[in-house]
Protein backbone atom coordinates (compact mmCIF):
# COMPACT_ATOMS: atom_id res chain seq x y z
CA UNK A 1 0.00 0.00 0.00
CA UNK A 2 1.10 3.86 -0.90
CA UNK A 3 0.42 6.56 0.62
CA UNK A 4 1.76 10.29 -0.91
CA UNK A 5 2.20 13.25 1.28
CA UNK A 6 2.97 16.52 0.65
CA UNK A 7 4.45 19.59 2.60
CA UNK A 8 5.09 23.28 2.16
CA UNK A 9 6.93 25.57 4.55
CA UNK A 10 7.99 29.54 4.60
CA UNK A 11 10.46 31.43 7.07
CA UNK A 12 11.68 34.91 6.97
CA UNK A 13 15.05 36.19 6.65
CA UNK A 14 16.73 37.92 9.26
CA UNK A 15 20.01 39.23 10.19
CA UNK A 16 21.99 37.69 12.90
CA UNK A 17 20.70 33.59 12.25
CA UNK A 18 22.47 31.07 10.83
CA UNK A 19 21.12 29.76 7.47
CA UNK A 20 20.68 26.01 8.02
CA UNK A 21 18.25 24.53 5.10
CA UNK A 22 18.30 20.66 4.59
CA UNK A 23 20.45 20.21 8.05
CA UNK A 24 23.40 22.05 6.39
CA UNK A 25 24.53 25.50 7.51
CA UNK A 26 24.70 27.63 4.16
CA UNK A 27 27.01 30.97 4.55
CA UNK A 28 25.16 33.89 4.09
CA UNK A 29 24.69 37.28 5.66
CA UNK A 30 21.52 35.96 6.47
CA UNK A 31 19.19 33.01 8.24
CA UNK A 32 16.08 31.90 9.32
CA UNK A 33 13.92 33.55 11.83
CA UNK A 34 12.05 30.38 13.95
CA UNK A 35 11.03 29.13 17.20
CA UNK A 36 13.53 26.04 16.43
CA UNK A 37 16.51 26.30 14.25
CA UNK A 38 13.92 27.40 11.55
CA UNK A 39 15.10 24.68 9.42
CA UNK A 40 12.36 25.07 6.15
CA UNK A 41 12.94 22.10 4.89
CA UNK A 42 13.49 19.58 7.26
CA UNK A 43 10.16 21.31 8.25
CA UNK A 44 8.54 20.89 4.84
CA UNK A 45 10.38 16.94 5.15
CA UNK A 46 8.61 16.45 8.07
CA UNK A 47 4.95 17.80 7.32
CA UNK A 48 4.96 15.97 4.19
CA UNK A 49 5.75 12.44 6.03
CA UNK A 50 2.69 13.63 8.48
CA UNK A 51 0.98 14.28 5.97
CA UNK A 52 1.17 10.62 4.13
CA UNK A 53 0.50 9.09 7.46
CA UNK A 54 -2.18 11.44 8.28
CA UNK A 55 -0.69 12.48 11.46
CA UNK A 56 -1.35 16.48 11.41
CA UNK A 57 1.29 18.83 11.14
CA UNK A 58 5.01 19.72 12.99
CA UNK A 59 2.59 22.36 14.63
CA UNK A 60 0.58 19.79 16.42
CA UNK A 61 3.51 17.76 17.32
CA UNK A 62 6.29 19.92 18.10
CA UNK A 63 3.95 23.47 19.63
CA UNK A 64 6.33 26.85 19.26
CA UNK A 65 4.73 27.64 22.40
CA UNK A 66 6.60 24.89 23.93
CA UNK A 67 10.28 26.17 25.70
CA UNK A 68 11.47 22.53 25.15
CA UNK A 69 11.72 23.06 20.82
CA UNK A 70 13.54 26.72 21.22
CA UNK A 71 16.30 26.84 19.41
CA UNK A 72 15.45 22.72 18.50
CA UNK A 73 17.49 21.28 15.98
CA UNK A 74 15.31 20.74 13.11
CA UNK A 75 17.27 16.95 12.38
CA UNK A 76 15.73 15.66 15.82
CA UNK A 77 12.18 16.89 14.84
CA UNK A 78 12.16 14.97 11.35
CA UNK A 79 13.56 11.74 13.63
CA UNK A 80 10.94 11.85 15.84
CA UNK A 81 8.94 11.94 12.82
CA UNK A 82 10.40 8.97 11.25
CA UNK A 83 9.69 7.13 14.08
CA UNK A 84 6.18 7.40 13.11
CA UNK A 85 6.25 7.05 10.34
CA UNK A 86 8.14 3.72 10.93
CA UNK A 87 5.97 2.60 13.48
CA UNK A 88 3.06 2.89 11.51
CA UNK A 89 4.83 0.10 8.72
CA UNK A 90 6.24 2.33 6.27
CA UNK A 91 9.40 2.81 4.35
CA UNK A 92 9.79 5.98 2.13
CA UNK A 93 10.04 5.32 -1.94
CA UNK A 94 11.32 8.95 -2.31
CA UNK A 95 10.86 12.44 -1.26
CA UNK A 96 11.38 15.28 -4.16
CA UNK A 97 12.00 18.50 -2.44
CA UNK A 98 11.95 22.42 -3.99
CA UNK A 99 13.36 25.42 -2.15
CA UNK A 100 12.16 28.52 -3.27
CA UNK A 101 14.94 31.17 -2.51
CA UNK A 102 15.64 34.20 -4.94
CA UNK A 103 19.49 34.39 -2.93
CA UNK A 104 21.88 32.50 -1.79
CA UNK A 105 22.69 29.94 -4.89
CA UNK A 106 21.56 26.50 -3.36
CA UNK A 107 23.18 24.71 -5.89
CA UNK A 108 26.95 24.10 -4.65
CA UNK A 109 24.89 22.55 -1.35
CA UNK A 110 21.74 20.49 -2.71
CA UNK A 111 24.26 17.11 -2.86
CA UNK A 112 25.14 18.07 0.77
CA UNK A 113 21.13 18.27 1.99
CA UNK A 114 20.65 14.81 -0.24
CA UNK A 115 22.55 13.35 1.68
CA UNK A 116 21.48 14.08 5.18
CA UNK A 117 18.00 13.93 4.18
CA UNK A 118 18.59 10.17 3.04
CA UNK A 119 20.19 9.66 6.83
CA UNK A 120 17.45 10.93 8.43
CA UNK A 121 14.97 8.87 6.30
CA UNK A 122 17.08 6.12 6.47
CA UNK A 123 16.92 5.48 2.30
CA UNK A 124 19.75 6.16 -0.17
CA UNK A 125 20.62 9.20 -1.63
CA UNK A 126 19.07 8.25 -4.98
CA UNK A 127 15.44 8.57 -3.48
CA UNK A 128 16.15 11.99 -2.20
CA UNK A 129 15.87 14.67 -5.15
CA UNK A 130 16.68 17.89 -3.70
CA UNK A 131 15.95 21.25 -6.31
CA UNK A 132 15.94 25.25 -6.08
CA UNK A 133 14.25 27.80 -7.70
CA UNK A 134 13.94 32.16 -7.30
CA UNK A 135 10.61 33.53 -8.07
CA UNK A 136 12.35 35.71 -10.94
CA UNK A 137 12.76 38.64 -7.98
CA UNK A 138 8.78 38.38 -7.75
CA UNK A 139 6.98 38.45 -4.34
CA UNK A 140 8.51 37.79 -1.00
CA UNK A 141 11.04 34.92 -2.13
CA UNK A 142 12.00 37.71 -4.87
CA UNK A 143 12.32 40.38 -2.31
CA UNK A 144 14.46 37.81 -0.06
CA UNK A 145 12.33 38.71 2.45
CA UNK A 146 12.11 34.85 2.84
CA UNK A 147 12.46 31.24 1.66
CA UNK A 148 9.63 29.03 1.10
CA UNK A 149 9.50 25.21 0.21
CA UNK A 150 7.40 22.47 -0.84
CA UNK A 151 7.97 18.49 -0.79
CA UNK A 152 5.72 15.69 -1.78
CA UNK A 153 6.72 12.48 -0.12
CA UNK A 154 6.02 8.55 -1.35
CA UNK A 155 5.99 6.33 1.52
CA UNK A 156 4.85 2.38 1.03
CA UNK A 157 3.69 -0.20 3.66
CA UNK A 158 6.93 -3.09 4.44
CA UNK A 159 6.29 -6.63 3.82
N1 LIG B 1 18.31 29.82 -4.72
C1 LIG B 1 18.55 29.16 -5.89
C2 LIG B 1 17.73 29.32 -7.00
C3 LIG B 1 18.04 28.65 -8.15
N2 LIG B 1 19.12 27.84 -8.20
C4 LIG B 1 19.51 27.15 -9.44
O1 LIG B 1 19.41 28.03 -10.54
C5 LIG B 1 18.57 27.49 -11.56
C6 LIG B 1 17.78 28.56 -12.27
O2 LIG B 1 16.86 29.17 -11.36
P1 LIG B 1 15.56 29.89 -11.95
O3 LIG B 1 14.76 30.35 -10.79
O4 LIG B 1 16.09 31.02 -12.77
O5 LIG B 1 14.82 28.89 -12.77
C7 LIG B 1 17.71 26.45 -10.83
O6 LIG B 1 17.27 25.44 -11.70
C8 LIG B 1 18.68 25.94 -9.79
O7 LIG B 1 19.52 24.96 -10.35
C9 LIG B 1 19.90 27.68 -7.07
O8 LIG B 1 20.90 26.94 -7.08
N3 LIG B 1 19.60 28.36 -5.94
C1 LIG C 1 9.27 23.79 14.52
C2 LIG C 1 8.44 24.72 15.39
C3 LIG C 1 8.68 24.30 16.86
O1 LIG C 1 9.92 24.72 17.32
O2 LIG C 1 8.80 26.08 15.32
P1 LIG C 1 9.28 27.00 14.11
O3 LIG C 1 10.77 26.92 14.00
O4 LIG C 1 8.76 28.39 14.32
O5 LIG C 1 8.73 26.39 12.74
P2 LIG C 1 7.29 26.44 12.04
O6 LIG C 1 7.49 25.81 10.68
O7 LIG C 1 6.77 27.82 12.06
O8 LIG C 1 6.29 25.53 12.90
C4 LIG C 1 6.58 24.38 13.64
C5 LIG C 1 6.93 24.80 15.05
O9 LIG C 1 6.07 24.28 15.96
Given amino acids: MF ?12 EGRPLIIGGIEIP ?20 ACLGAIGEG ?11 EFKDADSAKLLEHVWQLVKDKGYELVNADCTIIAQKPKMAPYV ?49
Fill in 57 to 67: DIGRHFPDTDP
Fill in 28 to 47: YEKGLLGHSDADVLLHTVAD
Fill in 111 to 159: GQMRERIAELLETSIENINVKATTTEKLGFTGRGEGIASQVAVLLQKKN
Fill in 3 to 14: RIGQGFDVHQLT
